[in-house]
């Protein structure tokens, strides 16, 4: 479904947006789309322009449209990213005074096959030596606990209040419709 640039959009608008989709440099963007302020001029003009609706609804046409082409879900992206949230290295390799031992790619699961980032053998003076590196776990857990909310204000408060001992609950009698009673553990 591509846009009509006479709904709201310019060529050069639309040429913005498409060009702004590939790094995410909007003051790039308004350039390469063939605008010819500079500088400061230019970085205000596109900045003022990624606000307008018009533009904001064709970036999320065209966000939709390459996932599409992609195949890009919210249920593969969390996918993935739990597999590398949830991997355990002793799944890829096993070590002990013989030394580590990855084990065979074709014996492995997919998910834990993509929670791996690299396996290197370097030959040095000392002998062989391999080294398994595992997607970032932290980094992964913190970007589900994002989208699970874990981490915003609200999650925060309660976490403050339980280290005092108070617990936030659901209350629908109160106008609010939360209260705080004593943790119960």
């Known amino acids: 479904m591509a ?20 790094d995410g440099n909007a003051t790039a963007a308004y350039q390469r789309a063939g605008y010819t302020a500079s500088g400061e001029a230019a970085r205000r003009n596109a900045s003022r322009l990624l606000t307008k609706a018009d533009t904001q609804r064709y970036l999320a046409q065209l966000r939709t449209e390459t996932s599409q082409r992609a195949s890009i879900t919210l249920e593969r992206t969390l996918e993935e990213i739990g597999a590398i949230a949830f991997s355990n290295i002793s799944d890829v390799m096993s070590w002990g005074p013989g030394g580590v031992d990855v084990k065979p790619s074709d014996t492995l699961p997919a998910e834990v096959l993509r929670a791996v980032e690299s396996i290197t053998d370097q030959v040095g003076d000392s002998g062989r030596r391999r080294t398994v590196k595992m997607h970032s776990k932290m980094q992964a857990l913190g970007m589900l606990a994002n989208y699970f909310g ?15 001992g108070l617990a936030l609950v659901e209350d629908p009698e109160n106008s609010t419709g939360w209260s705080l009673r004593p943790y119960e553990a």
């Open 3 to 22: 846009i009509d640039p006479a709904h709201g959009l310019t060529d050069k608008q639309a040429a913005f947006c498409r060009e702004y989709l590939l």
């Open 150 to 164: 874990l981490n915003d204000d609200f999650n925060q408060a309660r976490a403050t209040l339980k280290r005092y």
